[in-house]
């Protein structure tokens, strides 16, 4: 028989590994968050643009990065399941419809503009664009239901805290998309995305007090939790990025805009794990020490992580660096 010796022991170098997983989990679903998240919001703020010139600055602005920032939902996916199978089965089975929905935005997200540049017919165009629209707000919306359901342990296809999370992450969605838009491009475009991130900032935070509101309403078990000064603390630094965000923008520090729309998602699923732990599915009760799978494989997923999401990193640094600077009014998508 095998003797794995001290990979199957416990966790290597007796680090907290279990939790080390969660807050890595949620790290990753983080960042899908904000990079795919400012390609749903320049998917969002297509609607507000009625040139056709604007609006093909817009596509052209994600197109080499969309497909490439959803390669991190898969990575979150696959995270969740290798760390915490029971929790992937049991969440994703409970939210079936839910997930579906979601792959049926993102589908949708992917293939409008594919198709909107297949022909310049002013109604085909018109369709396409509505398409895109659609799925640029519908994905985060759902994925903002999934997860108040983790978060709460329902199993219900809508509820009001589902209504209201959502919410919040379509319109933190289209503050990174105005900030992203205003790095990549130029003229009234960047005016327009301006104003509208303004107002989705305002919005964002006041869904944010609305949303854990209802929560301690809601969910008896989270209560004291929307309380605790962890989770007032980062509520009152998101404010302050906030005040940031929009000093930057009216400075035309763009970068530092989209910097701090980054770190408002951060701070998001921050509260997000804040709450929910020391459980993993409030669903079924599992807490991360329960659901953690074993030391052996928990210990060659660690060893093997720390080659490969520095290289999926990597990657990332090498795709943003190449398509840098604004995008040129003559570049379409």
Do not use: C
């Not at 029971?86 to 979601?102: E, P, Q």
């Not at 000064?229 to 805009?257: I, K, Q």
């Amino acid at each position: 028989m095998t003797d794995y010796g001290a990979f199957a022991a416990g966790p290597l170098f007796g680090l907290p590994l279990p939790e080390l997983w969660f807050a890595l989990v949620f790290a990753i679903l983080g960042t899908f968050l904000f990079l795919d998240g400012f390609d749903f919001g320049a998917g969002a703020l297509f609607a507000t643009r009625e040139d056709d010139e604007e609006r093909e600055t817009i596509l052209a602005a994600i197109g080499p990065f969309w497909d490439g920032n959803e390669v991190w939902l898969v990575v979150f996916g696959g995270a969740l399941f290798a760390a915490f199978p029971a929790v992937y089965a049991n969440l994703f089975s409970r939210n079936y419809l839910l997930l579906f929905g979601v792959l049926a935005a993102l589908i949708l997200r992917g293939l409008a503009p594919e198709m909107y540049e297949q022909r310049h017919d002013a109604a085909w165009q018109r369709w396409w664009g509505r398409s895109f629209v659609v799925g640029s707000v519908l994905t985060p919306f759902l994925l903002g239901v999934f997860t108040a359901n983790w978060l709460t342990g329902s199993g219900a296809l809508l509820t009001p805290v589902g209504v209201a999370v959502g919410s919040t992450l379509v319109a933190l969605t289209v503050v990174s998309g105005a900030a992203f838009l205003r790095v990549k491009t130029a003229g009234s475009l960047r005016e327009g995305v301006r104003r509208a991130g303004e107002r989705a900032l305002v919005a964002y935070l006041g869904l944010v007090v609305v949303t854990l509101g209802l929560l301690s309403l809601s969910t008896p078990r989270l209560a004291a939790a929307v309380t605790a000064p962890a989770v007032l603390a980062l509520v009152a630094t998101s404010v302050g990025l906030g005040v940031g965000y929009v000093a930057a923008l009216r400075t035309d520090r763009d970068l530092l805009a989209l910097v701090a729309s980054g770190l408002l998602t951060y701070g998001l699923v921050a509260v997000v794990a804040f709450l929910l732990f020391p459980l993993v599915d409030p669903g079924t009760g599992l807490s991360v020490s329960e659901a953690i799978v074993a030391p052996l494989a928990l210990n060659i997923m660690s060893v093997a992580s720390a080659f490969l999401l520095p290289l999926v990193v990597t990657y990332f640094v090498v795709l943003y660096s190449a398509f840098s600077g604004p995008v040129r009014p003559t570049e379409s998508y």
